[in-house]
């Protein structure tokens, strides 16, 4: 198969002859007929032609053919799973931003008093509570439809009235419930009975879901949650005030006069095992020093054959 360089070239040389000839003088028709012949010679057919364009194409069809096949694909993500993965997220975003506050825990506020130390505190709500040596307050820090606090120790409450949100009094043993009112509550975690004094208005004292009473002023509630007694009384020796320091006690048992003299005073009292069970009922001035109190004790308790004696200076002995 002829080059189609080499016929290229050949067809240029011809033409090249033609114009210098034409300079010359012309030709004769014999000379014209000869240089055509070799014209028409040097020139490719056009099947010869197209023949060569198709190889041409062909040849270029399976380069491209190659190169398609040995270039790594180009990696195309479809859509709609991106727009899934984003109408997912967004949804997080939304249920998050409704549900965020709800999940937070509400703010707690707490108060807490040391021995001999007594404390005056405002509720949100306005309510005013006295809290008494040694005891603990806990309460949101904004109140719902229930005024739910939290009471470790004992504490005069004296209750703004709000009909439509009952204020509630949470201890160890018992609830009290109350609308407007002013009382006292006394549940110290050592001691086993709970006392509700009721000053002005009504309260309702239960224990989880059983009533134990409705009290009015001046009455006495006392639950012993070991054996699950209730005692009412009438208590008009006592007279609940807020500012009321004197130590006072009223059919007291041994324990909680005990616990009451160590609220006041950095001190401890042992009591020897069997001593026997005793009602005491007096009031004790907390001006007096531990040892003055002590010995007013031992004349109350010279009838039940008991004494305190001192054993350091902030330990005695009950035998």
Same mark, same amino acid.
């Given at each position: 198969?002829?080059?189609?360089?080499? +016929?290229?070239?050949?067809?240029?040389?011809?033409?090249?002859?033609?114009?210098?000839?034409?300079?010359?003088?012309?030709?004769?028709?014999?000379? $014209?007929?000869?240089?055509?012949?070799?014209?028409? @010679?040097?020139?490719?057919?056009?099947?010869?032609?197209?023949?060569?364009?198709?190889?041409?194409?062909?040849?270029?069809?399976? /380069?491209?053919?190659?190169?398609?096949? #040995?270039?790594?694909?180009?990696?195309?993500?479809?859509?709609?799973?991106?727009?899934?993965?984003? @109408?997912?997220? @967004?949804?997080?975003?939304?249920?998050?931003?409704?549900?965020?506050?709800?999940?937070?825990?509400?703010?707690?506020?707490?108060?807490?008093?040391?021995?001999?130390?007594? $404390?005056?505190?405002?509720?949100?709500?306005?309510?005013?509570?006295?809290?008494?040596?040694?005891?603990?307050?806990? +309460?949101?820090?904004?109140?719902?439809?229930?005024?739910?606090?939290?009471?470790?120790?004992?504490?005069?409450? *004296?209750?703004?009235?709000?009909?439509?949100?009952?204020?509630?009094?949470?201890?160890?043993?018992?609830?009290? #419930?109350? /609308?407007? #009112?002013?009382? /006292?509550?006394?549940?110290?975690?050592?001691?086993?009975?709970? #006392?509700?004094?009721?000053?002005?208005?009504?309260?309702?004292?239960?224990?989880?879901?059983?009533?134990?009473?409705?009290?009015?002023?001046?009455?006495?509630?006392?639950?012993? *949650?070991?054996?699950?007694?209730?005692?009412?009384?009438?208590?008009?020796?006592?007279?609940?005030?807020?500012?009321?320091?004197?130590?006072?006690?009223?059919?007291?048992?041994?324990?909680?006069?005990?616990?009451?003299?160590?609220?006041?005073?950095?001190?401890?009292?042992?009591?020897?095992?069997?001593?026997? @069970?005793?009602? /005491?009922?007096?009031?004790?001035?907390?001006?007096?020093?531990?040892?003055?109190?002590?010995?007013?004790?031992?004349?109350?308790?010279?009838?039940?054959?008991?004494?305190?004696?001192?054993?350091?200076?902030?330990?005695?002995?009950?035998?």
């Amino acid at each position: 198969m002829k080059s189609p360089y080499s +016929c290229f070239n050949r067809l240029s040389f011809r033409l090249q002859r033609y114009v210098r000839h034409r300079s010359t003088p012309p030709l004769t028709e014999q000379q $014209r007929e000869t240089w055509l012949d070799e014209l028409v @010679a040097a020139t490719p057919d056009d099947d010869e032609l197209m023949d060569r364009e198709l190889e041409a194409e062909r040849r270029a069809r399976i /380069l491209g053919g190659i190169r398609a096949r #040995t270039q790594p694909p180009a990696r195309v993500l479809p859509l709609w799973p991106a727009l899934r993965i984003a @109408a997912v997220l @967004a949804l997080l975003l939304l249920a998050g931003a409704v549900l965020w506050p709800r999940l937070q825990a509400p703010q707690m506020l707490h108060y807490a008093t040391g021995v001999g130390e007594h $404390r005056e505190i405002v509720l949100p709500d306005s309510s005013h509570v006295w809290l008494r040596p040694r005891s603990e307050l806990i +309460c949101a820090a904004q109140f719902g439809a229930v005024r739910n606090v939290q009471l470790h120790g004992e504490a005069f409450f *004296d209750v703004t009235k709000d009909p439509k949100h009952p204020f509630v009094v949470h201890t160890a043993k018992v609830a009290v #419930t109350v /609308l407007g #009112t002013s009382f /006292l509550v006394k549940a110290y975690r050592p001691l086993p009975t709970t #006392t509700v004094l009721v000053r002005t208005g009504r309260v309702q004292v239960a224990h989880q879901q059983r009533t134990l009473a409705v009290l009015h002023p001046h009455d006495q509630l006392s639950y012993n *949650d070991s054996t699950q007694q209730v005692s009412l009384t009438k208590n008009e020796y006592y007279e609940a005030s807020p500012i009321n320091r004197m130590l006072t006690f009223e059919q007291a048992s041994l324990p909680e006069v005990l616990l009451l003299l160590e609220n006041t005073y950095p001190i401890h009292f042992n009591v020897r095992r069997g001593a026997p @069970a005793v009602a /005491l009922t007096g009031t004790l001035d907390p001006a007096l020093s531990a040892d003055q109190l002590t010995d007013v004790l031992n004349v109350l308790l010279q009838r039940h054959h008991l004494r305190i004696t001192k054993l350091t200076a902030t330990t005695y002995q009950v035998n």
